[in-house]
């Protein structure tokens, strides 16, 4: 019995050890920073003058904002990109894993997306969905396709969507690696034996590659759903910094951003951020419960 | 890991060799104008930039220009060494800003309580600050102290941003706004003798370009996604309508059915295909690209902008001829884009600043800067100097005679001088949008705008 | 899954099945490849574009295909361009260009492919190298991108093993709280985090500056605690019955066992501190310790925004992150077949 506390003990100061040096790295530069957003939430604060302490009025006025809701709406109308990103970086994955010629290129110019500066993403998206003479609406017109330029960017029902496209192209060889990575660590004697017992392709990889990479894709998904739901960078540059035609594209980040650096309340901007963070929290570990769950 | 230490070890020690190549290799460009007393000024020119008394022995300030370096550095290191030579004992630091990001640094330096001494900002920037209060009062420091350095300032450009009547900024470089530039290659297809001189007549004129050249170009598109400037208000001021009430405590645009039609003869314009869709979207610049595609015949921006262009497409630019921008009813010139110089309440050393501020914006500074590049100095006495009188034969020189006597009479439209000016520009894009789109009608867009901007007006 | 082999002797019929799904696969990989690739396409292209040409060419074919024109690097273009050659006189170290226009362009004259052909130039990179100190910002990024990838490697890979794998009181708590640092805005932790480095430790314009802060990184240790779970239990028990401390299985069994895991890591935070700009903005204020993103912002001015240049910055700033790219993905499949296998 005694032997057995020692040891739980040890094994104790052994797991804080190892987390010692990363967490000191955090307290210091993400939790005592995020104490301080959470403590601006209850003031008023420009940036340019000290916060002033003003109670929950900043959250009183949050529940009231007809903006607050909509952006709420779109962050979570936004997570219909999540489950298209992973399904199609697993099916990249699962051909890149294959050891075909050349299949290296293929690998690389995949990732290029993920490694574009987002400038470069908003200069190049920009002749993309140009009308009428963009990528896409040239392209269509020219061979017949269409008569009426698709108005990508233009028509309040599309911003949004165009934008959407855009994450789905950028995220698509970013969590390709990640399953490329889990793949790699899938043993290939499983396969052998299940082509033995008769297992045809499709058979095999939903019987041994989704098990196998089971953890990599829950931690896709909750990754690519927080960063669905914390969109931002795309939105800012794909409308210039307006939201969109009529705030079409307006998701919750993209409100705390104007709040809290074109209206410069930055109160204000905390306390969407505070709400925010609860709301993905929570959504994240429910999430998380339910994927891990499944997987006993 | 063998080999990606290789690599790494390879790609490290390259990178530091042209590190060190480098070095050597940075050299000026040369293509200076060497007359005038600017570049090699002498003892008399010295004593003459002396202007500002009291000015602290051993300061050491920070300077950050936005958007300039390094295209301009050689220009603002000759500024920082004659400042240097006429003040001795005080030292500039230049720390350039580029375009992307000025803001958002100027903004945190405050915060942590490390501002620059002597800060660019564009005139849209100003106010937030003004606002909070951390901005050395100019009226106070210049036009109190100096009211003879004062006069020389153009006024509109003096009262470009204002807090509670109050001017934080000095102005520094200056927008010509009344130019138009034409594309000859389109003008001369279309075979058109004469372009418009009123909007009254350019909305038609959108349409006829269109139908004319056979769906081929447009006349001219619009920067409405830009949100800054609140150009809409600045066109009802043109056309004569009243944006404010007497005492300016509500606005009162929406009451005027000019507005409304103003309105409606833009959706007419952008149903019927008059000008390019995407200048619901577009802001300047790419406006700006837009022309110099080549399919839009008219660009309405400050000649310091051609440059974009040249870049961009030599051909069209080749071709380019001036013209004047449409004027509205009311036939009002109104100053442009200003650039200025702040310094910050809390400055170490505020003499210093104030003078280096005051050093940047002399005649001779600011005539130097406008031989540089296309920009026009918002320092009276600038004009009289013979670049300014006599012009040239180039493109952009063909203005300069024009632009004493239209910086003199330019007047400031005061759309800048709301508090929360974001709040408000956002409100009045918003309320624009739903115009153009048809959720509202022009005239209720334009109610819903007022009110909103009243309710901020009234909270003031 | 595993490769059919090409015996000499195999069927015909099996032969053509082969190629046949081969066919099929490449098939997939280009069209997929087209669509991510053809933006790089478009901005490496445009980064080699004349200066003289027009960057727009409505209801033009588009020119794709580019071939050699004013190619050199250093001073002397526009003698190239009046008289074909220049070479800097002996002594200078740089200058050497020729238009091989002349000489290309009547060879194509005539042909259907001339209208989607253009002289591609060395210009626009001379022009960035010229307008930013670009080897300075280079270093100065490689040190700092390369720093953080160490000590985010070592942080997060010790962290996550006892997420992972240990039991211990506090556990979820911990977990939950890194995965809140995730889902809070990093716009609005970045002002304290920024306001503490300037007053409090002093980071004001140093390359420290630039690296401490990042010293760890949540998204890495869930990563990296993910990838750690895919390891079975038994592993580590065995050990552990052999006597082995927990250091030593972390260091012998099981950092071999994550190297596809740590790879990604490295990939994503070489990317994240490479790309990085408004955090070494807002901390540098010398020219010569910027990194590069802060340096190519300068390309775009107040009166100058040339898309050649800012395209040919774009290249420059991208091409090394698919040189680790390339690395690094080579080492994490090297790493797996000894180590899974064994």
């Known amino acids: ?34 104490i301080v957003a959470v403590y601006l939430s209850f003031t008023r604060y420009n940036l340019l003058t000290p916060p002033e302490w003003v109670g929950l009025t900043n959250y009183e006025r949050l529940f009231a904002d007809p903006l607050f809701w909509r952006g709420l709406r779109n962050s979570f109308l936004y997570l219909i990109a999540t489950p298209i990103i992973i399904t199609l970086s697993i099916a990249l994955a699962i051909v890149v894993n294959r050891n075909l010629r050349g299949v290296y290129l293929f690998r690389t110019v995949y990732y290029i997306p993920a490694v574009t500066s987002v400038v470069a993403v908003g200069m190049i998206f920009e002749f993309v969905f140009a009308e009428p003479g963009g990528l896409i609406n040239g392209v269509l017109l020219a061979t017949g396709l269409i008569q009426q330029p698709i108005n990508f960017l233009t028509h309040p ?129 429910l999430n998380l419960r339910y994927l891990e769950r499944n997987n006993d | 890991m063998k080999r990606l230490m290789i690599v790494l070890v390879v790609l490290l020690v390259t990178s530091m060799v042209l590190g060190v190549v480098a070095a ?38 920070r300077f950050w220009p936005w958007a300039l370096t390094p295209d301009f550095e050689d ?134 370009v269109r139908e004319q050249s056979g769906g081929a170009y447009y006349a001219y598109s619009f920067p409405w ?30 009451e005027n059915p000019l507005s409304a039609e103003i309105l409606d003869q833009y959706k007419r314009l952008l149903d019927n295909d008059c000008v390019p869709r995407e200048s619901l979207t ?115 020189d063909q203005l ?61 | 899954m595993t490769e059919l082999r090409h015996y000499p002797g195999k069927p015909l019929r099996l032969r053509l099945r082969q190629w046949l799904e081969n066919t099929g696969w490449y098939t997939i990989l280009i069209l997929f490849g087209l669509v991510t690739v053809v933006p790089f396409l478009w901005t490496a292209l445009m980064s080699v574009r004349p200066n003289s040409a027009n960057v727009f060419r409505p209801n033009q074919p588009p020119q794709l295909i580019p071939y050699p024109g004013l190619i050199g690097w250093g001073e002397g273009q526009r003698e190239a361009r009046e008289a074909g050659f220049y070479a800097a006189p002996a002594g200078s170290p740089f200058g050497w260009w020729r238009d091989f226009t002349p000489v290309i362009e009547p060879q194509l004259a005539g042909t259907s492919l001339e209208p989607y052909t253009f002289a591609a130039t060395t210009a626009n990179y001379y022009r960035v190298w010229t307008d930013v100190n670009l080897p300075r910002y280079f270093v100065n990024s490689f040190i700092v991108a390369l720093s953080v990838v160490t000590i985010q490697l070592v942080t997060s890979s010790l962290a996550a093993y006892p997420l992972a794998k240990m039991q211990f009181q506090g556990r979820d708590v911990l977990f939950y709280l890194i995965l809140a640092t995730l889902v809070f805005p990093d716009q609005l932790t970045l002002i304290p985090t920024f306001i503490m480095s300037v007053n409090l430790f002093g980071f004001a314009d140093t390359l420290h500056g630039l690296i401490i802060p990042f010293g760890a990184n949540a998204f890495g240790i869930f990563l990296l605690r993910q990838t750690y779970q895919s390891i079975p239990n038994e592993l580590i028990e065995a050990a552990r019955i052999d006597g082995a401390s927990e250091f030593g299985i972390w260091w012998r069994i099981l950092l071999p066992l994550i190297r596809p895991g740590l790879a990604t890591l490295a990939i994503f935070s070489f990317v994240g501190s490479w ?44 091409v090394p992150i698919i040189i680790v790219f390339l690395v690094f993905q080579r080492q994490f499949i090297r790493g797996l077949s000894g180590a899974v296998k064994g």
Not at chain 2, 30 to 48: K, V
């Open chain 2, 282 to 396: 577009d802001d300047v610049r790419e406006m700006i690209d837009r022309f110099s595609e080549g399919e839009i015949l008219l660009l309405q921006t400050g000649p310091q902008l051609f440059r974009l262009v040249e870049e961009n497409n030599p051909e069209v630019f080749a071709s380019l001829f001036l013209g004047q921008q449409f004027v509205g009813a009311a036939n009002i010139r109104s100053i442009g884009g200003v650039q200025t110089l702040v310094v910050p309440a809390g400055s170490q050393f505020p003499n210093a600043a104030l003078a280096f501020a005051q050093f940047v914006t002399n005649p001779d500074t600011q005539t130097a800067f406008s031989r540089e590049v296309p920009i026009y100095s918002s320092n009276l006495a600038s004009y009289e100097d013979p670049f300014f009188t006599e012009g040239g034969p180039a493109l952009t």
């Open chain 1, 1 to 34: 019995m005694r032997g057995k506390r020692r040891r739980q003990l040890r094994q104790h100061i052994m797991a804080y050890g190892f987390m010692v040096p990363a967490f000191s790295f955090l307290t210091i530069f993400l939790f005592i920073p995020l």
């Open chain 2, 400 to 460: 300069r005679p024009l632009a004493a006597e239209y910086f003199q009479n330019a007047v400031n439209t005061g759309i800048l001088d709301f508090p929360q000016l974001a709040e408000v520009e956002q409100i009045v894009l918003g309320e624009f949008q739903a115009a153009l789109l048809g959720v509202k009608t022009s005239q209720q867009a334009l109610d819903d705008m007022a009110a909103r901007i009243n309710a901020i007006l009234a909270a003031q």
């Open chain 2, 225 to 254: 996604g830009e949100l800054a400037g609140l150009g809409v208000l600045n066109t009802f001021i043109g056309e004569g309508i009243a944006v404010y009430n007497e005492d300016r405590s509500a606005v009162i645009f929406n």
């Open chain 1, 157 to 285: 029902d599309s911003t949004l969507i165009s934008v959407m496209l855009v994450t789905i192209w950028r995220g698509i060889g970013f969590y390709m690696i990640i399953f490329l990575a889990a793949l790699q660590s899938v043993p290939e004697e499983l396969y052998e034996a299940a082509a033995i017992d008769g297992a045809n392709r499709w058979q095999q990889h939903l019987y041994i590659t989704v098990p196998g990479i089971r953890p990599s894709i829950i931690f896709v998904a909750i990754i690519s759903s927080i960063s669905a739901l914390k969109v931002f960078e795309e939105i800012w540059v794909m409308t210039d910094g307006t939201g969109g035609l009529l705030d079409s594209a307006l998701t919750l980040m993209f409100y705390l951003y104007r709040q809290g650096f074109v209206n410069l309340e930055l109160g204000y901007a905390a306390a969407i951020a505070a709400v925010f963070s609860v709301i993905t929290l929570v959504f994240s570990i």
């Open chain 2, 24 to 61: 050597q290799e940075r050299e000026d460009r040369p293509n200076r104008d060497l007359t005038g007393n600017f570049w090699s000024p002498t003892a008399e020119d010295y004593a003459r930039w002396r202007v500002i008394d009291g000015v602290e022995e051993g300061a050491e300030i």
């Open chain 3, 275 to 318: 790309n990085s700009f408004l955090w070494p903005l807002l901390m540098i204020r010398t020219e010569s310790m910027y990194t590069l993103p802060v340096g190519l912002a300068f390309l775009e001015g107040a009166f100058t925004g040339n898309l050649r240049t800012v395209a040919a910055g774009v290249m420059v700033a991208t």
């Open chain 2, 75 to 208: 220009y603002l290191n000759q500024i920082i060494a004659n400042f240097e030579a006429t003040y001795p004992g005080v030292n500039v630091i230049l720390e350039g800003q580029p375009a992307a990001g000025a803001r958002d640094n100027i903004r945190n330096s405050f915060a942590a309580g490390t501002p620059a001494d002597v800060i660019n900002m564009s005139d849209g920037w100003v106010a937030e600050f003004a606002e909070a209060g951390v901005l050395l009062n100019m009226d106070e420091a210049i036009g109190v102290a100096y009211p003879a350095l004062r006069e020389q300032y153009v006024d509109g450009a003096w009262e470009k941003v204002t807090f509670e009547g109050v001017t934080y900024h000095l102005p520094w470089y200056l927008a010509f706004s009344n130019v138009m530039a034409i594309n000859g290659l389109i003008y001369e297809e279309l075979g058109l003798e004469a372009i418009p001189t009123t909007w009254a007549e350019a909305y038609d004129f959108a349409c006829e």
